[in-house]
């Protein structure tokens, strides 16, 4: 988000700028936002959290969940209940699958070594972007065993960490590359830990009130009048219709 991009600056004196994706974004923001009010899909707005936060609240208090999303941050919140749809990738990811073939122990993993190796398409930088010795430079493979460590138990810990070192010298450097920036992890976890989102249940209960009002209202024609305004004699009218009544009927847009 610009938040966060904003954030990232502040630390950092430099990030990517975003004044072009800014100007994209808001140019079609209010018509997708008009176009899935129109579909019966809600658009949750709430004042001070983001749309990460939203989702990861959501997805805490109900009985099964798919998020429908391409972002990769999000597969952090896979759990028995929580699953993921890719739809640019058409990929489903499912908790129990996506784990045993990533070959981590748990999908917490997976955010402990984003906050490690860094992420340029978030303006999350690697603890140790600023080293100026190579030796010590982190990249995903040490990030993620590394990951393994903190997330292990004590009693399993200790003995990951001597096989590491047993393997020579760069692994070392890597973990010595990662306790003298330390503190840049702390930071990054910040920035990317959804677990830190607070269960406060006033906003829970504000934005269940809004689905329940507003999802599944389909308005056919509305959508096509909309869409109408950028080039209607490219789409499919038809297939259109059957597409968007199967949505209403399931997707939440946050």
Excluded at 79 to 102: C, D
Excluded at 174 to 180: L, P, T, V
Aim: overall charge neutral; hydrophobic content about 40%.
């Amino acid at each position: 988000s610009l938040n966060k991009l904003k954030e990232v600056k502040e630390r950092w004196g430099t990030y990517n700028d975003p004044d072009d994706y800014s100007t994209q974004y808001l140019r079609q923001r209010d018509l997708i936002i008009s176009i899935c009010h129109s579909l019966g899909i809600p658009s949750l707005l709430v004042d001070k959290w983001e749309g990460d936060d939203l989702i990861t609240l959501l997805s805490r208090f109900a009985k099964e969940s798919w998020i429908v999303t391409d972002d990769k941050d999000m597969f952090q919140l896979l759990s028995p209940t929580v699953s993921i749809f890719r739809a640019m990738a058409k990929q489903k990811l499912q908790w129990n699958v996506y784990v045993g073939s990533q070959g981590v122990t748990s999908s917490r993993e997976f955010v402990i070594a984003k906050a490690i190796a860094g992420d340029p398409s978030d303006n999350i930088p690697s603890v140790t972007a600023k080293e100026t010795e190579r030796k010590y430079k982190i990249g995903d493979i040490s990030a993620a065993r590394i990951a393994r460590i903190i997330s292990l138990q004590n009693e399993d810990k200790e003995k990951y960490f001597e096989e590491m070192l047993k393997e020579g010298q760069k692994d070392q450097n890597r973990i010595q590359g990662f306790i003298r920036n330390h503190d840049v992890y702390l930071r990054n976890m910040q920035l990317v830990d959804l677990s830190l989102v607070e269960n406060d249940m006033q906003v829970l209960n504000t934005i269940t009130a809004e689905i329940q009002l507003k999802a599944g209202k389909c308005k056919l024609f509305d959508v096509i009048s909309k869409l109408g305004e950028q080039d209607i004699a490219s789409i499919d009218v038809n297939g259109l219709v059957a597409r968007v009544t199967a949505l209403a009927r399931t997707a939440l847009f946050v």
